[in-house]
């Protein structure tokens, strides 16, 4: 059955499989069926001798019932002589001592023959009382038996009339499952050999259209052999002049990506944003009077809107400017710099928050409620703050080295441009981790807080606040190390073909790439796309100029 779908055989073995083990078990329910019809006629033979030894033992109970009658008339007579002997008048006393010698012996022998055979009666009388108990448990135990062998019986052959039925019900499923498997088999045999007819159709018009490709190719090239007398490629000065190659889906795909990316860092400014407020707040809750270093901390902590908008600001004019460019690279981007500027900014902010940050942890530690564990748990949080910092600082450099690629007096050659976006990429991912890190630490000193006995409910609610502003932190710097981490391939593919594309002996593009750059791209979006269908055998080429 190899043309068999393998979802089918597998239902057709499993049922198979099935139909065995009920098989066996059907041939194991009559085994047992036919034991215990062996033992019911064993029982049966039993019965019947019992029954025989029964009815010998009431043959022996009537002989001697008619024996114990036959001694009791003998007693009866024995002692109605007896009786009469003694009413009898004494006459004959007289008549010599001889007599009564004779008549006591005979008396005394007929004591001891009454006697014997009274304890023989009695003796008959237990043995028949007991022959009679044993009889009636032994015939009510093997009744007991047979109704219980006849109930199991019975429960057999209900048994086995219902796997028989079921059984069949099976097998007749299985011979119809059979039939249509041996239908779909027929079906996609016909299938496979129209499948193979059209391949081989396929085959002949490919082997047409690569021969007709060849010929084209060979009249292009001695075309371009014919019309273009010079070749320039290994003057590196007019290479500078290159017009970079332009592939469309590389370019929707870096827009996809770029989006996805300006989501997730709406995401993170918001989050970024609930930090700084909720750290403000959290001031007012710890301390009932503000320090000066505090209040300084305080007012640079409400600052964090400005420059988070600007920074959301920044990357949706980055956004704006990538609609305006059917060429996308990192030569004709000039709004990177912008958002560049502001993240710097931004780090900047966050260099400045964080001697105000050091120095409120000192304040903090110094109160008399804060317990030698609580001092390391808030040391701990203000070094990762200062990790987090950094991190930033180094996210903000590669970004600002590859908003540089648009300048002319850039000093990086384009070459560098894959390893930026690997660095940027490794970047993310270590600040997606020391944020991570902030947010276990600050979890750990909130639960330390909490167990105080002089935790406010207003530090209580801020923490947790705080807490979940952290968590959306780490989400969203995943989420942005993940996208450029999947696109990191494609991307770094991208900017390889813009740098072999215009390769320079200064390793530099020349300013008029770009204008060129962008004249292309408007001329070619404004040209109507021209379809030519080609004909081969059967077949149809669409060719696109």
Do not use: W
């Amino acid at each position: 059955m190899e043309g068999v779908p393998g979802d089918l055989q597998t239902k057709y073995q499993k049922v198979a499989s099935e139909y065995s083990k009920i098989r066996a078990q059907a041939n194991v329910l009559k085994k047992a069926v036919v034991e215990e019809q062996t033992r019911n006629s064993e029982l049966r033979d039993v019965l019947k001798e019992r029954e025989q030894s029964l009815r010998k033992a009431e043959q022996e109970m009537d002989s001697l019932t008619f024996r114990n009658q036959q001694l009791t008339k003998r007693v009866t007579v024995l002692q109605d002589e007896l009786d009469l002997m003694q009413a009898r008048p004494k006459k004959g006393r007289s008549k010599g001592p001889g007599a009564s010698p004779n008549r006591e012996l005979t008396n005394h022998v007929l004591d001891e023959e009454f006697q014997k055979k009274i304890t023989e009666n009695a003796c008959l009388l237990s043995l028949m009382q007991d022959k009679d108990s044993a009889h009636e448990r032994e015939m009510s135990s093997l009744t007991q038996r047979i109704e219980k062998l006849e109930h199991e019986l019975q429960q057999y052959r209900e048994v086995n009339s219902d796997a028989e039925l079921k059984y069949k019900a099976v097998i007749e499923r299985l011979e119809e499952e059979k039939g249509l498997l041996m239908r779909s088999v027929d079906v996609k045999e016909s299938a496979l050999e129209h499948c193979s007819t059209q391949l081989n159709l396929l085959a002949e018009q490919k082997s047409q259209i690569q021969m007709d490709l060849s010929t084209q190719l060979q009249s292009a090239t001695a075309t371009i052999a014919q019309h273009l007398p010079f070749v320039d490629s290994r003057c590196g000065d007019l290479n500078e002049l290159n017009i970079p190659r332009h592939d469309h889906k590389q370019q929707i795909y870096a827009q996809h990506v770029i989006s996805q990316a300006g989501l997730h860092l709406h995401d993170l400014t918001a989050a970024l944003s609930d930090y700084h407020t909720y750290s403000e707040q959290r001031l007012h809750a710890v301390f009932t009077t503000l320090s000066p270093v505090n209040e300084r901390f305080s007012s640079h902590l409400k600052e964090n809107a400005r420059f988070l908008r600007a920074l959301e600001q920044g990357y949706t004019d980055f956004q704006a400017g990538l609609e305006n460019e059917n060429c996308l690279s990192l030569e004709t981007l000039p709004s990177l710099r912008k958002l560049s500027d502001q993240l710097a900014a931004y780090t900047v902010y966050l260099h400045r928050l964080l001697p105000y940050h050091c120095l409120s942890i000192e304040e903090e530690s110094s109160l008399s409620t804060c317990t030698e564990v609580l001092k390391a748990s808030n040391s701990d949080v203000f070094q990762h703050t200062a990790e987090l910092t950094a991190h930033f600082v180094k996210l903000s450099t590669y970004v600002k080295l590859l908003a540089a690629q648009s300048k002319r007096a850039c000093q990086h050659p384009p070459s560098s441009q894959r390893r930026f976006l690997l660095e940027l990429t490794e970047a993310l991912k270590a600040l997606h981790v020391s944020m991570k890190d902030l947010s276990r630490a600050y979890s750990q000193k909130s639960n330390l807080e909490h167990e105080m006995p002089t935790s406010t409910d207003r530090l209580r609610a801020t923490d947790e606040c705080l807490v979940k502003s952290l968590g959306a932190m780490v989400s969203a710097t995943g989420k942005l190390a993940t996208v450029l981490s999947d696109s990191r391939a494609e991307l770094c593919r991208m900017t390889g073909a813009v740098v072999v594309s215009v390769v320079s002996s200064t390793g530099t593009m020349h300013p008029v790439v770009s204008g060129f750059k962008k004249r292309a791209a408007l001329y070619v979006s404004s040209l109507d796309q021209v379809t030519c269908n080609c004909g081969f055998g059967s077949g149809e080429i669409s060719v696109q100029f």
